[in-house]
């Protein structure tokens, strides 16, 4: 894994040529190539971690709200 920096430059250089030629498919498979590189890396394992507690944050404090909970909201 030493040249993977140059891969992930690489992948976004590709994502970054193809959004402005306006090929919306190839840039998102190349984001995805670069963002898979990135969590493959050991700066990137604690990406999925972060991306799961924030959803887990969100649903927390949306859950209450869409339930009507709390604030004397009953019917």
Excluded at 43 to 65: K, L
Aim: net charge negative; glycine share 12%.
């Amino acid at each position: 894994m030493d040249g993977v920096g140059v891969l992930i430059f690489f992948a976004l250089v590709g994502a970054f040529i193809c959004a402005k030629a306006r090929v919306p498919s190839g840039a998102v498979a190349f984001t995805v190539v670069a963002l898979a590189l990135f969590v493959a890396t050991p700066v990137g394992r604690g990406v999925p971690d972060a991306v799961a507690g924030f959803f887990s944050t969100v649903d927390d404090a949306a859950t209450p709200v869409l339930n009507q909970e709390g604030s004397g909201a009953s019917r």
